[in-house]
């Protein structure tokens, strides 16, 4: 456990390195560390080290882990499916991944029976990869407008995207820079559910190009716990098998 420790050490001086070259203070720039497939034991040490935020991809690993976590910001930063809304609803407190009407209103829906304003992102796939989800650059003004229209229960607090994975990640900067020109201008929008706060870019191998980019919120896994082993996460989900 003491490698997290020190991996934290590490990645607070990276955020610290490339705040300063791009002019800004590090304490704009929320940490969330990403906890998939790892273990409560892992997720409270870092914790324990000064973690304040944490975020998970799939909805079954917020329920397993939930009641074993010390008390923690939750984010939802996966694919979120419209019918495992509601078992995350009353868990998470930022939701990064809403790409769609439906799951806007499915959200809505949920957070209204627990009485409660969810926070979210909207998330862009800037490159239009078929692989990944997120609505367009094109197309996200029309996303927010119709959220802000129909969902009296949510409150989008910013813009979420992933890059395209390249060797050197100072080549997706230009995708950096796209999502938050959009950032920018939908910052200046007056409506009383619109609150930007929140520009969640950059992961393990870019964040610092992120960072450099505008974004406040980088979201860190392996840079944090160190490789994933998932055939071990399997055997640990499957008893031992």
Known sequence: MEDIRGNLIKVRERISSAASQAGRD?????????SKTRTPEEINTAIDAGV???GENKVQ??????????PVR????????TNKVKYIIDKVD?????????????????????????????????ADEESKFGVSLSGTKELLEEILETCENIRVRG???VAPIAEDPNDVK?????VKKQYDEFSRIEHPRLDFQYLSMGMSHDFEVAIGSGSNLVRVGSAIFGERDYEAFRRMNNGGN
């Open 52 to 54: 304040t935020d944490i």
């Open 61 to 70: 690993e917020i329920m397993d882990k939930y009641d074993a976590i010390k």
């Open 74 to 81: 939750w984010h939802m930063i996966g694919h979120l499916q």
């Open 159 to 161: 813009l979420m995207s």
């Open 94 to 126: 930022l939701i990064h991944s809403v790409d769609s009407l439906k799951l806007a209103k499915e959200i809505n829906k949920r957070a209204g029976q627990h009485e409660k304003t969810m926070d979210i992102l909207i998330q862009i796939n800037p």
């Open 26 to 34: 590090e304490s704009e720039v929320c940490l969330v560390a990403v």
């Open 174 to 178: 230009v995708y950096f820079d796209e």
